[in-house]
């Protein structure tokens, strides 16, 4: 009786009308094409992304969404790509006027930077940090004017809330406070904190200058992608970025008075660093080879039913990109990019579908957006938060898909930024009606939250969530997720060929369109709790 009961009040909602075996299919169908060795892993300006734009266009006007790009369903967005040279670079350490040639293994040079010739003195500041609501700072008292920046990329002691500590640790951010102290280059001795392959959802290119991960591994030196418009490079400024490699690790740090593997093993156990000068000074010369690539993202919209809210607009977004061809693993060397982030797009997809067929008719707009480039460092999606096809200030949400992990049942649904905003009080709602129970970050220490294109629109004030199916400690599910973060993620085992709960994700593609819904719906847009660390972005 009881079960009866309950199944005639869910009968009301999305939920169990359903069919999720069918529409699982469906779901699935989207990747069949996306994830098909034919688009060579969908890489930011290649053809196989050419053909991804045209499909997820063509899904949206069949589905009948109406074009919200500034060209039909694209928004074009142009990149500058910069490539090492080589042959025509170099960089030695020097002491004493003597100079000691740094070999290939000692050090990665960046193509990021501005490139040319550098010849400057390094000072180690520890990890980089300086987080005023900790009270940490490691540049006090430092002089950078003309020097470089040398520093541990890992979180580092302080104590503050994850998301401060992310943030003060992006990239973008910890390189915005080195140069405001007078830095012109950077070297970074990676987190020995990291074991490799455990990053989901790492921008790989642009979560450091040591990008070695995702496509082009093995042939030749990485291709880095800067937006063109140079209003928007976050890197400007840095005339030179390298990684310290643990074999060139000592050699940068001799005569210091302190040694590369004493530092790694404080890093390690992420204790406090100490400030001090190296003995030698850095020559370098860096040429890199320019050039210019295009890749859009693309935008629908379905269109809002209130006269006055329709001009509010709830973000649904996914990327359309991954890492194309790389280094090959057992014979293949195409990272098809099921799951990151095929299985993204082809749920905005459903959930468009799912919506127009039904006659859901949202207050609000819901944009749907694929973004290109998140590949390279989430560029796509910050191009489209800082040159919005509608009003910037009408944005009022974002929902972000990326690797949602469809691998087993949907029971619990992990949720990144759930303390943050009134969009966790919703996402609660939704996952009630379907009977799944809301967990909040499991592994705060991978900064999820920030890592993905989510954090385009939260820099720029806009409230957002993201999602993974959840599970609970030690449980088969726990060990699913871990092993395809071991096994497959950004490998070219992420392919068609993998086991995928294609009913949960449709079961979960149902639930975030009831969260959709309510967003768009509920009278006042959704706003920042008033502790949370993201509300100093609200313009
Ligand atoms: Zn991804």
Redo the contacts with the bound molecule.
């Keep these: 009786m009881k079960k009866l009961v309950s199944l005639g009040v869910a009968a009301l909602s999305l939920g169990l009308a359903a069919d999720y075996a069918a529409e699982g299919d469906l779901w699935w169908a989207h990747i069949q094409y996306l994830a098909d060795d034919s688009l060579q892993g969908r890489d930011t300006g290649s053809d196989g992304y050419r053909k991804a734009v045209e499909y997820v266009a063509g899904k949206m006007e069949k589905f009948g969404l109406a074009a919200a790009g500034s060209d039909g369903y694209l928004q074009p967005v142009k990149f500058e790509t910069r490539q090492l040279v080589e042959e025509e670079s170099s960089a030695a350490l020097v002491r004493d006027g003597q100079e000691e040639k740094l070999e290939r293994g000692d050090a990665t040079l960046s193509a990021r930077a501005d490139a040319g010739t550098v010849d400057a003195p390094m000072v180690f500041v520890g990890y980089g940090l300086r987080i005023p609501e900790a009270n940490f700072d490691e540049l006090a008292g430092i002089d950078l004017k003309g020097k470089i920046a040398v520093y541990v990329n890992s979180a580092g002691p302080a104590e503050a809330p994850g998301p401060v500590k992310s943030h003060a640790g992006s990239a973008a951010e910890r390189w915005k406070t080195l140069k405001a102290a007078g830095a012109i280059g950077v070297a970074t001795i990676m987190s020995p904190r990291t074991p490799v392959g455990a990053n989901p959802?790492a921008a790989p290119d642009g979560t450091g200058p040591a990008a070695g991960r995702g496509g082009g591994g093995g042939r030749g030196p990485q291709k880095s992608f800067l937006l063109a418009d140079t209003t928007l490079q976050e890197q400007s400024g840095q005339n030179i970025a390298l990684a310290i490699t643990r074999a060139g690790g000592e050699k940068f740090f001799a005569g210091s008075g302190h040694t590369y593997q004493e530092l790694l093993d404080l890093a390690k156990e992420n204790k406090p660093l100490p400030k001090f000068p190296l003995a030698a000074t850095l020559r370098a010369k860096v040429a890199m080879k320019r050039e210019t690539a295009e890749a859009p993202n693309v935008v629908g919209m379905l269109a809002g039913s209130d006269a006055k809210l329709k001009g509010e607009y709830v973000i649904m977004s996914a990327?359309l990109d991954h890492t194309g061809v790389g280094r090959p693993v057992n014979g293949d060397s195409i990272n098809n990019g099921a799951m990151?982030?095929a299985s993204g797009i082809a749920s905005i997809l459903e959930i468009a579908r799912i919506m127009k067929t039904e006659g859901m008719k949202p207050k609000r707009s819901i944009l749907f957006l694929a973004v290109a480039a998140?590949?390279k460092g989430e560029l796509g999606s910050r191009y489209f938060a800082m040159k919005p096809t509608v009003d910037a200030r009408q944005i009022v949400a974002d929902i972000n898909l990326?690797?949602f992990m469809p691998l087993f049942e949907l029971k619990f649904v992990e949720v990144q930024g759930l303390a943050e905003s009134t969009l966790g009080d919703t996402i609660r709602d939704a996952a009630k009606e379907f009977g799944v129970v809301v967990q909040a970050d499991k592994e705060p220490d991978q900064n999820r939250f920030i890592r993905?294109d989510q954090y385009s629109f939260i820099r720029n004030g806009v409230p957002s969530l993201a999602f993974k199916f959840g599970y609970e400690f030690g449980t088969p599910e726990d060990k699913i997720f871990h092993d395809w973060i071991r096994d497959r993620y950004h490998k070219p085992s992420d392919d068609l060929n993998q086991p995928v709960d294609k009913a949960a994700a449709a079961k979960f593609d149902r639930m975030i369109a009831s969260l959709l819904l309510r967003v768009a719906n509920t009278e006042n847009r959704p706003s920042w709790k008033n502790d949370s660390f993201f509300k100093r972005f609200a313009k």
């Design positions: 959802n990327h990151d982030d998140e590949e990326d690797m993905s």
